[in-house]
């Protein structure tokens, strides 16, 4: 058996861990006995990891919120060896990462040895280290994470990722069989689903420009509306409920369920309206057809990867720089 550690302690976000899955699909195939083990960090939302990702085997978790879990962490990363020591840095070099990768036993260990023009500074220690140029190639995650794989002897090509879907359980599928003939009677309507919300200021189009283009498309189209909220998404969503309710437009709303009934309900949208956010990259490798919003440049980077839909992206890093009317055009397509 291939015991494989891959050191990822920085992030715990949806987006950014739905871009790893290819990575760790290629690692399989290639090392076909392999068990898979993650040095994660406490996600930020309810989701079953392992559920996630089902070519994980092991989750360790890092954490430094005392002397005594940081002990125990080292003592469960020391206390077996591994064949393969992966860091898949993608962004940013993590030398928290590389510090682990460099206290784990492994036989063998990759890395990067420069990132966009960064060289790293603990790559002393690592056998496999290659150089990327991502920034100027404008080379998108999922790739960059494909990348770490490919250094390791791992063949799988970028078409080939974007072919990947989520497997969503049975009563998962149920539950959104219920859902869409509950709240979507007429199987003629198209159904357009709007997640207004984002994790970051930047990637937030207007919510008044949402609100523009919602009734746009209800008044000349006259789809069904769906509105998804996450968790940190209340005051966006609310505001929007409010001035829907006060122009007449009709709406669904779906909040509060768990990741594998939104991603099952999302699979049956005919397109999803959506800021660059977790929820984007869901749909997306659910096949949902998306059209997004991203500033300057950022739309090759993070867009939706596993079902190429509509990216607008603006020409500044102001991203209510795009209009109404552009996504307005873009969104047509799919009524």
């Given at each position: 058996?291939?015991?494989?550690?891959?050191?990822?302690?920085?992030?715990?976000?949806?987006g950014?861990?739905i871009?790893?899955?290819?990575?760790?699909?290629?690692?399989k195939?290639?090392?076909?006995?392999?068990?898979i083990?993650?040095?994660?960090?406490?996600?930020?939302?309810?989701?079953?990891?392992?559920?996630?990702?089902?070519?994980?085997?092991?989750?360790?978790?890092?954490?430094?919120?005392?002397?005594?879990?940081?002990?125990?962490?080292?003592?469960?990363?020391?206390?077996?060896?591994?064949?393969?020591v992966?860091?898949?840095?993608?962004?940013?070099?993590?030398?928290?990462?590389?510090?682990?990768?460099?206290?784990?036993?492994?036989s063998?260990?990759?890395?990067?040895?420069?990132?966009d023009?960064?060289?790293n500074?603990?790559?002393f220690?690592?056998?496999?280290?290659?150089?990327?140029?991502?920034?100027?190639?404008?080379?998108?995650?999922?790739?960059?994470?494909l990348?770490?794989?490919?250094?390791?002897?791992?063949?799988m090509?970028?078409?080939?990722?974007?072919?990947?879907?989520?497997?969503?359980?049975?009563?998962?599928?149920?539950?959104?069989?219920?859902?869409?003939?509950?709240?979507?009677?007429?199987?003629?309507?198209?159904?357009?689903?709007?997640?207004?919300?984002?994790?970051?200021?930047?990637?937030?189009?207007?919510?008044?420009?949402?609100?523009?283009?919602?009734?746009?498309?209800?008044?000349?189209?006259?789809?069904?509306?769906?509105?998804?909220?996450?968790?940190i998404?209340?005051?966006?969503?609310?505001?929007?409920?409010?001035?829907?309710?006060?122009?007449?437009?009709?709406?669904?709303?779906?909040?509060?369920?768990?990741?594998?009934e939104?991603?099952?309900?999302?699979?049956?949208?005919?397109?999803?309206?959506?800021?660059?956010?977790?929820?984007?990259?869901?749909?997306?490798?659910?096949?949902?057809?998306?059209?997004?919003?991203?500033?300057?440049?950022?739309?090759?980077?993070?867009?939706?990867?596993?079902?190429?839909?509509?990216?607008?992206e603006s020409?500044?890093?102001?991203?209510?720089?795009?209009?109404?009317?552009?996504?307005?055009?873009?969104?047509l397509?799919?009524?």
């Open positions: 058996m291939t015991e494989i550690l891959v050191i990822r302690p920085q992030s715990n976000q949806l950014d861990t871009c790893t899955l290819p990575m760790y699909k290629a690692l195939e290639k090392y076909t006995d392999s068990r083990t993650l040095v994660g960090c406490p996600t930020n939302y309810a989701v079953d990891l392992k559920k996630l990702n089902p070519y994980l085997d092991e989750i360790i978790i890092y954490s430094r919120e005392s002397y005594g879990v940081l002990f125990n962490f080292i003592k469960s990363l020391r206390g077996k060896k591994y064949d393969i992966l860091v898949p840095s993608s962004i940013r070099m993590s030398y928290t990462s590389y510090v682990i990768a460099l206290l784990a036993k492994g063998l260990k990759a890395g990067v040895g420069r990132m023009g960064e060289k500074r603990l790559k220690f690592l056998d496999v280290k290659p150089e990327y140029d991502w920034k100027k190639n404008r080379v998108h995650q999922v790739s960059r994470f990348d770490s794989a490919r250094s390791l002897g791992c063949v090509t970028d078409d080939e990722a974007g072919k990947m879907r989520i497997e969503l359980p049975e009563e998962d599928r149920r539950f959104a069989d219920l859902f869409m003939s509950s709240n979507f009677k007429d199987k003629n309507r198209k159904v357009v689903g709007f997640h207004p919300g984002a994790g970051q200021k930047i990637n937030t189009w207007n919510l008044h420009n949402y609100i523009e283009l919602i009734k746009k498309i209800y008044e000349s189209s006259n789809p069904y509306i769906l509105i998804s909220s996450g968790v998404d209340g005051d966006i969503t609310g505001r929007l409920r409010a001035a829907l309710d006060e122009n007449g437009v009709k709406y669904c709303m779906m909040s509060g369920i768990s990741l594998f939104t991603a099952a309900v999302l699979s049956r949208l005919d397109l999803l309206v959506t800021n660059n956010t977790g929820i984007m990259h869901l749909a997306s490798y659910c096949g949902t057809p998306t059209a997004a919003f991203f500033y300057k440049d950022d739309a090759s980077e993070w867009g939706p990867f596993f079902r190429k839909g509509e990216m607008l020409s500044s890093m102001d991203i209510n720089e795009i209009s109404v009317s552009a996504a307005y055009e873009k969104v397509k799919y009524l």
